[in-house]
T-cell receptor
Framework: KNQVEQSPQSLIILEGKNCTLQCNYTVSPFSNLRWYKQDTGRGPVSLTIMTFSENTKSNGRYTATLDADTKQSSLHITASQLSDSASYIC?????????????FGTGTRLTIIP | DGGITQSPKYLFRKEGQNVTLSCEQNLNHDAMYWYRQDPGQGLRLIYYSQIVNDFQKGDIAEGYSVSREKKESFPLTVTSAQKNPTAFYLCASIQGQGAGGELFFGEGSRLTVL
């Protein structure tokens, strides 16, 4: 069964600290993986996309990694800010002979406290 | 600015009533999607449409209906047959079918059944 599991479910850190969110998946065949940020009561917004050949990619204070062999991805947030408080969702795209399917993780709820 | 507009933002419904959620996009995207988001669960696909006048059931289509009469519009009707309709509904669109295609989400509609 294709699954995307994220950990931790929730995380609370002090402003200015770093944190790392994890995403493990069993989706196959793998096409790409995206990290989305979802503010409370809003729609998700894409942070970064990782394809099979990419190991790491940065978007400002956000750095995503991908290990396609172990089927793991992480999202590292540096020098956290209060505005980073949100849910972070990992989404894996499966592509099989033109049929594409997205599998969503349940998200990590991140709270930044001053 | 280009984007996806969902309305209403909040909606209350009595049991037995049908309600329609609006989704309009001016991104000139071909494909549009409806997702349902519940606490502790990943987004689940209700319906999707890849072209005007055509749509397909997703994983949880029972109790829902859609139409795609115009490229820009993809309304979702939550019927009285949906046994547990209280949820946050997200509309999304994507350009083409490429593996790198990014889902753009609306701001969501929160439906509460009284």
């Amino acid at each position: 069964k294709n699954q995307v599991e994220q950990s931790p479910q929730s995380l609370i850190i002090l402003e200015g600290k770093n944190c790392t969110l994890q995403c493990n998946y069993t989706v196959s065949p793998f096409s790409n993986l995206r990290w989305y940020k979802q503010d409370t009561g809003r729609g998700p917004v894409s942070l970064t996309i990782m394809t099979f050949s990419e190991n790491t990619k940065s978007n400002g204070r956000y750095t995503a990694t991908l290990d396609a062999d172990t089927k793991q991805s992480s999202l590292h947030i540096t020098a956290s800010q209060l505005s980073d408080s949100a849910s972070y969702i990992c989404v894996v795209r499966q592509s099989n002979f033109g049929n594409e399917k997205l599998t969503f993780g349940t998200g990590t709820r991140l709270t930044i406290i001053p | 600015d280009g984007g996806i507009t969902q309305s209403p933002k909040y909606l209350f419904r009595k049991e037995g009533q049908n309600v329609t959620l609006s989704c309009e996009q001016n991104l000139n995207h071909d494909a549009m999607y409806w997702y349902r988001q519940d606490p502790g669960q990943g987004l689940r696909l209700i319906y999707y449409s890849q072209i005007v006048n055509d749509f397909q059931k997703g994983d949880i289509a029972e109790g829902y209906s859609v139409s795609r009469e115009k490229k820009e519009s993809f309304p979702l009707t939550v019927t009285s047959a949906q046994k547990n309709p209280t949820a946050f509904y997200l509309c999304a669109s994507i350009q083409g079918q490429g593996a790198g295609g990014e889902l753009f989400f609306g701001e969501g509609s929160r439906l509460t059944v009284l």
